[in-house]
């Protein structure tokens, strides 16, 4: 039976809701049709809820509903996901309580599958078997056909039973996925959907490769399926084209998140007894860390819950995401900028935010037992929020909408539920694994394996009892073809359903094959109508058996018969599965359907057959989508599977401009769609928004049309009539095109041109500086040092940021060092003196730093940059100005007076203060170093390898005396511990008001590198909603234990160059040449891939200790307020 769920923290969901539009055709909707932009929902009152003590709980819940405990210790300890047998029977994956690193777990293989029972009926579980051990982490469970799917990274395993003593006695590695990352994320489920097909997750961003039926070109045949290499006459090799016959492949790697299925009797490899690569399909891209459940509407959609998928802000992170055919969805990075991964535009919405949530386990009630207003809702977990949510679907346009409202709730902290599932009865029941996982949770570094977990079920009170509700009193070996069918369609228990479809399947072919056509044409009778639900059942069970006859038999009795849009979704779904080519004329009939589902449905149904006689259809079909994105990306990707260009060309001669859209984007997303850039150009100056946009979409993607595109950005830039609004988007363009000469040319022309406005000019230098370049053009260099001799302050300084950031070429540094220098001492022919910022920067800009003569010839930049370390200023400035001094070549009597710094530095500085020690061996700085740091504030931001470095030129006795310095910041993990308890119990009552204050404040520096809303920095996590998701000991842990654990996506890096430099830090972006690293606010460093020796995952956060010994147990009392009501 489906379930579910796997696993683990740090999923994400989170929600947008998209406008949609639609026109009057002919289908009708069993529900309301969107026009236009759907109406908001009507507000409702809040259900009143009852608290429930209970197991060490006190669970909240909604009015009128009851919860109870099922299972504990010693039936099962540490659950973790959970799949019904038809007889009611519960497989439950059961975790160790390890935390040891993954490559280690799948060698130890320490976790089980338990099997539940309750033997008298009275709805809790009473007896418990290990069905399965020695198992990797298990993160998924799925009954399935008689075996248990276990989703183990880096495979998924089918586990039998085949003598019936409640012992899995064969083990298949069904799946090899082959990649195994730290957080093991790499895989969860499998899902059955309700075509028969098994669907799981990837995540982790490991890359994978797998073959792919080579896709025909554009000048083969109208017959060709573009991305599956099967013929429109070749009836029998539907689903997956490598199923039914061998085709030719290519490799197709990926990086990026992904739902992908195959049919469990798909095709095995002789080499690895897994199933074959190539009849595994791809069914949704996404940039999220890791997409966990996937659940299936009565339509077929599918919705699934996943973590970071969007950057995190504003109180945004985790959630739903309704996942669409060929859709490419957040967060928008560049595993997803692929020719691998075509896209329709912007990444698709998202259908429900959560926040940092954690979503893992999701299902679907299909029972109406609780009432129609609840059947078909949404259950999901929230791991991080100790919850379960309910989220009701109303249609809107070709997708959803929904919001999220608590269902379950639990006051205690180790309440983590992982898996939520639907019982025969119509019931939940709610997996927690408890307090024991802290892999690549940043919950607390605590974990707590003997705080055990439980299955708890949930009731509504007035739910009638359902008679014989898993069929045990049905004599199956009896049931004659007809009867089995009646009761898979007919019959409201689920599990008697499913029960039914098992014992049909094996009967002979040729039996079902005319029981399901006699079946068929009895149902469908287009003068009774059809009922949406029973008919849906039918159709899905047709969908599981290839038969020629039955397939011909849908597409007739569809296409003529129902008027039911539900109805009409569900066979479209099958037709696009199989790519029925009989079905075409038929679909394209179907575009017409009033409702923007069906519609949706049919345009991808009609990709995935691949005719280009669909094209001219499906060109005018986007005229009609309005608003509606969902709808959109279907005709987008159908016209890109169908990859006509000559066809699909047509459409830039089209009025709408939707039309114009979408044949752009299919053109350029195609394999040989042949657009030009100068097709793309001509709309970047439409009347149209809508095609600027689209146009502007094309050129940000392709970086080496700049030679082609230099003229059109010439004449942009000379024309004196680019409206302000615009210059952060053309900016954009003039930076992604930089590689190219002649756009390197135009902006020097540009930036030293006196002629120009300030504005213009100001432009031209912003996009140099948010160029990728590794060296700055020579052709720059003298627009540059034109430009820091200028009088306009923003001009200056991003001349300055330009030149810091790109190191010029090696024979321009001493052109380029002149204006500096001028800048940093206050001779610019402009008085900049008082703008002290750029001063710093200036000196920061320095190739090579400060030299001994600069310095001797300037002494008071030296006392200018010590004060410039002031607490008061921000912590951007003072970063910056330690940083000129850990490069500056001091002189003894300078470092021994820097020396002093060391009382007043705070944790961000301090380490680079200490680099500038480097550089010396004198023996009377060293002392006094060595003393300065033993008293320093700031020392536990210090880490002892970093310490060592600094002083390997110095002396032994200097040497010797920084032992104590290394004993005092060993780390010792109960001594951690003590003093977390000491501080957390001395903490006096925090005040918010205080602690927003706190911090905002430059001493703390808690804004530098963290936002609130859409304020502060992003170097950390965002905090908007952190106090949803952390209580007061894992706030205070995290402000004085930053290295004891780290959040998902903010994991640091340590990089060691070929030349012996490390850089430590955040990777904020990486392209196939560079990494661009975080090392602290508002500080990057950018290092070739080429430069690269060794890159691993660093144990140190960017987040240095000793932060709260900048605050009084009362500020940091007041803070942790403050960022506990942040919900």
Partial sequence: MRHVCPWIVLVALTSVIVSVGSSNRNLRSDDPPAKGTAPPTAAKAEPKRIEVPLNGHVFSVPEGFTIELVAGPPLVNRPISASFDEDGRLYVSDSSGTNDPSAKQLIDKPHRVVRLEDTDGDGKFDKSGVFADKLMFPEGTLWHDGSLYVAAPP????????????VADQREEWFKGNTLTGCANDLHGPYLGPDGFLYWTK??????????????????????????????????????????????????????????????DAPRDPATGSIKTSAIECVMTGGMDN????????????????????????????????????????KDWNVIDSPSHPRTGDVMPVLCHLGAAAPCGLERLQSSAWGREYQDNLFACCFNMRKVTRHVLQPHGATFQTEAEDFVVSNNLDFHPTDVLEDADGSLLIVDTGGWYKLCCPTSQLAKPDVLGAIYRVRKVDTPKVADQYGREIEWAKQSSANLLNLIVDDPRTFVRQHALNQFKSWDEEAKAERLTILLTDRFRPEDGDDPDRTGRLLWLMSRFKDDALSKALVQKMASSSKNSRTWSVAAHILSLWRESGAMFDLLAALKSADSAPRRVTAEALGRIGNGQAVIPLLRESAQVADDRYLEHSVIYALIEIAKPEATRIGLTMSSPRTVRAALIALDQMPNGGLKPEEVAKYLTSPEPLLRETAAWIISRHADWGEALAGYLRERLASGELPFAEHEAFGKQLAQFAKSASVQELLATTARDDKLSFAIRNLAVSSM????????????????????????????????????????HKEDLTAVRTPLMKIATGEHGVNLRSLNGIRVDALAALPGGLTADELKTHPELFDFLLTQLAPELSVAQRGTAAEVLSKAKLSPAQLTKLTEQF???????????????EQSTDEQVGQQLIAAMKTAPALTALRPDAIKTRLAKYSSSVQEAAQPLYAALNVD?????????????????????????????EKAACKACHALGYLGGKTGPDLTRIGGIRNERDLLESILFPNASFVRSFEPVLIV???????????????????????GPNQEARVARADIEEMKPSSVSIMPAGLEKQLTLEQLADLIAFLKNCK
């Fill in 291 to 330: 997409p966990v459940d996937v659940v299936f509407t009565p339509t077929g959609e599918r919705i699934f819950t996943t973590t970071f998928l969007v950057h995190p802000g504003g109180g945004n992170r985790d959630g739903l995401i309704h996942a669409v055919y060929g859709g490419v969805y957040g």
């Fill in 903 to 917: 009382a007043t530095a705070g944790p961000l500085e301090v380490d680079r203060l200490l680099g500038a020690f």
């Fill in 203 to 264: 995540g982790a961003f490991a890359e994978q490769t797998y073959d792919r039926p080579v896709r025909p070109t554009a000048n083969e045949p109208e017959g060709a399926s573009p991305r599956f290499g099967t013929r429109q006459n070749d009836t029998k090799n539907r689903g997956l084209a490598p199923a039914g016959s061998e085709v030719e492949t290519k490799p197709w790697t990926t990086k990026a998140s992904h739902i992908f299925r195959a049919r469990p």
């Fill in 155 to 166: 495979s998924i395993w089918k586990l039998t039973d085949t003598d019936g003593d409640g």
């Fill in 769 to 808: 500086l948010n160029s990728s370049l590794k060296e700055l053009p020579r052709s720059w260099t003298p627009a540059l040092v034109a430009t820091l001799s200028e009088g306009d302050a923003v001009l200056v300084w991003n001349s300055l940021s330009t030149v810091r950031r790109i190191p010029p």
């Fill in 1057 to 1079: 160059t070929t030349s012996g430099k490390t850089v430590n830090g955040l990777i904020r972006s990486e392209t196939p040449d560079e990494l661009v690293i975080a090392t």
């Fill in 973 to 1001: 993990l109960a001594a951690q511990k003590q003093r977390l308890e000491e501080t957390l119990a001395s903490l006096p009552p925090g005040d918010i008001v205080r602690g927003q204050k706190v911090f905002h404040n």
